[in-house]
């Protein structure tokens, strides 16, 4: 066979992925594994959403739509942006995607050129460098302060000539953290005095705990460089239904916007309908999610501390980041194969030395977790 493209065989598989293959591989095996490695809310999906769902496909919502999404979805977007995220949105700066992944995706297509530099700040979500290597993009890692994991002016020994880009994640996963305003107004600086491109993913915006979310774009002039990326799979449980969307300055959108086109087109429309239920109704569902998830939150850091592990500060989204004497891979690896808990290691967020555990599981399985770890650990 003749050689296959060299820009994606160099492209890793997906730590996190490797790792609850495994686990599922155990499980068909009969083997009682505790599966805390992936990022997915165990709630089921709103019932309000799903029948807004069902509603379209029996109205036969089931034609191409506007590439961009449905007008009413990117009418609420649009309005959502506005009244939450506190910046300047019309409906043409949206465009609804296939999951926040493909939005982060057209996203580098539509802003990098070859060679050109994205500066990551680690711990990173597993898919930004991938995405921009396809684009043909340079990844350029930046290591947050291990303790605060906040950003330091050490962060402008990374830019280059080529930096065109910088992504941001907060809350962040892995971590948990969420950028404070100290990092986000030293960020806004770099970005507009080094003239580069914002990605910032918001996805885990709802899964906050008592603190409050800011918006990069919603700082200075940054709305006028920031491509936000969101979506419907955390805050409403709706991972299966690929529903994401990002809101960019019109140029941007637009080169987004062909890369769709000429794609996936874009998501299934009925999904969207069902999207635009989540975004317009009652709240209330996000809210008793979010309790559930502080319940647990409250419950692992506690656990894990009194274990003596330290903790990265676990102020959003559904993950607990541990640091771990040894190395990660063979920890996570042994606390699969002995105590039979799934868990992710920190390598695969480019800071090897931690684990992250999702406790986006039940308390059941959180307690059951928590003590095969602590027998594990003994
Ligand atoms: C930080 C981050 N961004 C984006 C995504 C992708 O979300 P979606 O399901 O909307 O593609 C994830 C999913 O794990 C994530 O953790």
Redesign the pocket.
């Known amino acids: 066979m003749r050689e296959l493209s060299r820009k994606v065989a160099g492209i890793a598989a997906s730590a996190t992925i490797e790792i609850s293959n495994r686990a599922k591989e155990m499980e068909r095996k009969g083997i009682p594994v505790i599966s805390l490695s992936i990022?997915e809310p165990d709630f089921d999906t709103p019932q309000h959403i799903k029948q807004a769902c069902i509603e379209a496909l029996l109205r036969g919502e089931t034609h191409y739509a506007p590439s961009n999404g449905i007008p009413e979805l990117l009418a609420a977007i649009a309005k959502k942006i506005v009244r939450e995220n506190g910046f300047p949105c019309i409906p043409e700066q949206v465009m609804v995607t296939c999951?926040?992944?493909?939005a982060?995706y057209d996203a580098m297509e539509a802003v990098l050129n070859p060679g050109e530099e994205v500066l990551i700040l680690d711990p990173a979500?597993v898919?930004y460098e991938p995405c921009v290597q396809i684009a043909g993009g340079r990844p350029v890692h930046h290591k947050l302060n291990e303790k605060t994991f906040q950003l330091d002016d050490s962060v402008l020994e990374r830019l280059t000539s080529r930096t065109k880009m910088v992504v941001v994640?907060s809350p962040?996963?892995p971590s948990g953290a969420i950028l404070d305003p100290r990092s986000m107004n030293l960020l806004a600086d770099i970005c507009q005095d080094y003239d580069l491109f914002a990605l910032s993913?918001e996805?885990?915006e709802k899964l906050i705990f008592g603190k409050k979310h800011v918006s990069l774009a919603s700082i200075g002039d940054m709305a006028e460089r920031t491509i936000t990326?969101n979506?419907?799979?955390?805050a409403y449980a709706m991972?299966g239904w690929?529903?994401?969307y990002a809101v960019a300055p019109l140029a941007i959108l637009r080169q987004m916007s062909k890369i769709q086109q000429h794609s996936v087109s874009h998501p299934a429309t009925f999904a969207m309908f069902g999207g635009l239920a989540a975004l317009n109704g009652d709240q209330s569902c996000v809210e008793a999610m979010r309790r559930e998830f502080q319940k647990r939150r409250d419950y692992i850091i506690q656990e894990l501390t009194l274990m003596g592990f330290s903790l990265a500060p676990a102020e959003g989204a559904f993950y607990a980041y541990v640091k771990v004497e040894g190395d990660d891979l063979e920890i996570a690896r042994r606390w699969l194969e002995e105590a039979h808990v799934a868990v992710t290691p920190g390598s695969a967020f480019h800071t090897p030395g931690w684990e992250r555990i999702s406790y986006a599981a039940s308390m059941d399985k959180l307690e059951d977790a928590v003590s095969r770890i602590r027998r594990c650990k003994a």
């Open positions: 990022g999951g926040a992944k493909d982060i979500w898919s994640n962040s996963n993913d996805i885990y990326v979506g419907f799979s955390k991972t690929r529903l994401g």
